[in-house]
């Protein structure tokens, strides 16, 4: 394979300044994503504006101690790969909040970090452990491809109807400035932050209105900054902040489809990052341990009220593009993201941000992640019918059985028990675990070829 030109490789320690900026650099790229995961999940759990700046803190902290982790080459992969929070968990998350919401968005933050401490003890057992060979060798481009694409489609309603059509006007202004500084203008650095660009310039504009009175009290797009002058300066409450963590078997089961996704995900990230840092091939070792870090960061996040975390895609761009390839930038810029969490009002000042430019960026995000889902597809075989009639099928059940499976709780309690008969309902109520498994379950037991599964060159 051949080595990228870089700047400065994995082991090169760059100067002081030179290690801050490039750290800081890494933090806005993940800054976007990491943060509306929070703002995606506080609202519909019920959170005040206080709660959701708290909650961003807490996603703050936990993803800066797990790409602490991540990049140590006894404990995680030892790669230059930040750790951010997961669109894969979302769903699954929705559906903890389905059933706990009416206790309260404390409640639901600790059945959602018990869930968290239960699957990530079983992904780290299973990374640790040197077991995820195995475990890759059913995952192929036709089970990863459908999965990813639910994982981003399935989120529409939550772009559209629940957050962008709350005022349309604000929602695309913020499509059309994504579409601007990532593809029309030539400019790296606005290609670089073209969701954060976006989301600042129409976070401004509704700022503006609002403080000139065009946008009332009450108005989607309004903003009240007199949470921001409420908050603390720092937060002191790091451990279960909202509680003990509690278990639920629906809970957990609803999560372990989102601990499917991102294990696929972070396998691929890892070869990724490999190659953009110009090294070879990530060793079975250094998998084991990067997805045994991962679900061993999962359980920390539980513990500390945050969300899971998983390795980000975007900070490995960003490495193919400026040749920063350092551990220690990446490691510069997790004590960054640490730092940022424990400003209180920063978070604070984040969770003022309005339904409708949170929805601008969804739409751009989620439709691109769904996108992803069919670019994995590209490396089988998609003029075989035997493909065609999977990943349509997997796909076409992803989206429709969990509208059936949801109003019908009570037929599984009833059929399986209460508690096994909730946690298969929560996993068939979640889009991208139908479409795991059913693709899995077909492309392991319907004859086909290592050219038409995507995995001629076999796996490592």
């Given at each position: 394979m051949?080595?990228?030109?870089?700047?400065?490789?994995?082991?090169?320690?760059?100067p002081?300044?030179?290690?801050i900026?490039?750290?800081?650099?890494?933090?806005?790229t993940?800054?976007g994503?990491?943060?509306?995961?929070?703002?995606?999940?506080?609202?519909?759990?019920?959170?005040?504006?206080a709660?959701?700046g708290?909650?961003?803190?807490?996603?703050?902290?936990?993803?800066?101690i797990?790409?602490?982790?991540?990049?140590?080459?006894?404990?995680?992969?030892?790669?230059?790969?930040v750790?951010?929070?997961?669109?894969?968990?979302?769903p699954?998350?929705?559906t903890?909040?389905?059933?706990?919401?009416?206790?309260?968005?404390?409640?639901?933050?600790?059945?959602?970090?018990?869930?968290?401490?239960a699957?990530?003890?079983?992904?780290?057992?299973?990374?640790?452990?040197?077991?995820i060979?195995?475990?890759?060798?059913?995952?192929?481009?036709?089970?990863?491809?459908p999965?990813?694409?639910?994982?981003?489609f399935s989120?529409?309603?939550?772009?559209?109807?629940?957050?962008?059509?709350?005022f349309?006007?604000?929602?695309?202004?913020?499509?059309?400035?994504?579409?601007f500084?990532?593809?029309?203008?030539?400019?790296k650095?606005?290609?670089?932050?073209?969701?954060?660009?976006?989301?600042?310039?129409?976070?401004?504009?509704?700022?503006?209105?609002?403080?000139?009175?065009?946008?009332?009290?009450?108005?989607?797009?309004?903003?009240?900054l007199?949470?921001v002058?409420?908050?603390?300066?720092?937060?002191?409450?790091?451990?279960?902040?909202?509680?003990?963590?509690?278990?639920?078997?629906?809970?957990?089961?609803?999560?372990?489809?989102?601990f499917?996704?991102?294990?696929i995900?972070?396998?691929?990230?890892?070869?990724?990052?490999?190659?953009?840092?110009?090294?070879?091939d990530?060793?079975?070792?250094?998998?084991?341990?990067?997805?045994?870090?991962?679900?061993?960061?999962?359980?920390l996040?539980?513990?500390?009220?945050?969300?899971?975390?998983?390795?980000y895609?975007?900070?490995i761009?960003?490495?193919?593009?400026?040749g920063?390839?350092?551990?220690?930038?990446?490691r510069?810029?997790?004590?960054?993201?640490?730092?940022?969490?424990?400003?209180?009002k920063?978070g604070?000042?984040?969770?003022?941000?309005?339904?409708?430019?949170?929805?601008?960026?969804?739409?751009?995000?989620?439709?691109?992640?769904?996108a992803l889902?069919?670019q994995?597809?590209?490396?089988?075989?998609?003029?075989s019918?035997?493909?065609?009639?999977i990943?349509?099928?997997?796909?076409?059940?992803?989206?429709?059985?969990?509208?059936?499976?949801?109003?019908?709780?009570a037929?599984?309690?009833?059929?399986?028990?209460?508690?096994?008969?909730?946690?298969?309902?929560a996993?068939?109520?979640t889009?991208?675990?139908?479409?795991g498994?059913?693709a899995?379950?077909?492309d392991?037991?319907?004859?086909?070829?290592?050219?038409?599964?995507?995995?001629?060159?076999?796996?490592?």
């Open positions: 051949a080595k990228k030109k870089l700047v400065y490789g994995i082991d090169d320690r760059p002081l300044p030179i290690m900026l490039a750290g800081a650099q890494h933090v806005l993940l800054f994503a990491t943060t509306l995961v929070p703002l995606v999940l506080g609202p519909a759990m019920g959170m005040t504006t709660q959701i708290a909650f961003i803190g807490c996603v703050y902290f936990s993803m800066g797990a790409t602490l982790f991540q990049t140590h080459p006894k404990i995680g992969s030892g790669l230059p790969i750790q951010g929070s997961s669109f894969s968990f979302i699954p998350i929705m903890i909040i389905g059933a706990y919401k009416a206790m309260g968005p404390d409640v639901v933050m600790q059945y959602v970090g018990g869930a968290l401490i699957g990530g003890v079983v992904l780290s057992l299973l990374g640790y452990s040197r077991l060979g195995r475990v890759r060798r059913i995952i192929t481009p036709v089970v990863i491809g999965t990813i694409m639910a994982i981003g989120l529409a309603p939550t772009a559209i109807q629940y957050n962008a059509a709350n349309w006007p604000v929602s695309l202004l913020v499509v059309l400035l994504v579409f500084f990532s593809l029309v203008s030539k400019n650095y606005f290609n670089i932050f073209a969701i954060l660009s976006s989301v600042v310039i129409a976070y401004l504009l509704c700022l503006l209105l609002s403080l000139s009175g065009t946008f009332a009290p009450g108005h989607a797009a309004y903003i009240d007199q949470s002058y409420d908050a603390p300066w720092f937060r002191y409450k790091l451990f279960m902040p909202w509680g003990a963590p509690k278990l639920s078997g629906l809970a957990i089961g609803a999560i372990a489809a989102g499917f996704c991102v294990m995900e972070s396998i691929g990230d890892y070869h990724n990052c490999s190659y953009a840092a110009g090294i070879d990530p060793t079975p070792e250094q998998i084991n341990r990067g997805i045994g870090v991962e679900g061993a960061m999962c359980a996040s539980g513990l500390l009220g945050s969300v899971a975390t998983t390795s895609t975007e900070n761009g960003l490495i193919g593009l400026t920063v390839a350092s551990r220690y930038v990446v510069a810029g997790a004590v960054i993201l640490i730092l940022l969490s424990l400003i209180g920063l604070a000042l984040i969770a003022t941000m309005p339904t409708p430019v949170i929805g601008g960026a969804y739409i751009t995000l989620f439709g691109t992640i769904g889902g069919i994995n597809l590209m490396r089988a075989d998609m003029g019918q035997r493909n065609v009639l990943v349509g099928f997997a796909f076409l059940m992803a989206l429709g059985l969990p509208g059936w499976v949801e109003p019908n709780q037929l599984f309690a009833g059929a399986l028990g209460t508690t096994f008969g909730g946690m298969i309902w996993v068939l109520k889009p991208m675990a139908v479409a498994i059913l899995a379950l077909c392991n037991l319907v004859p086909g070829t290592p050219e038409e599964r995507g995995i001629a060159g076999g796996s490592k």
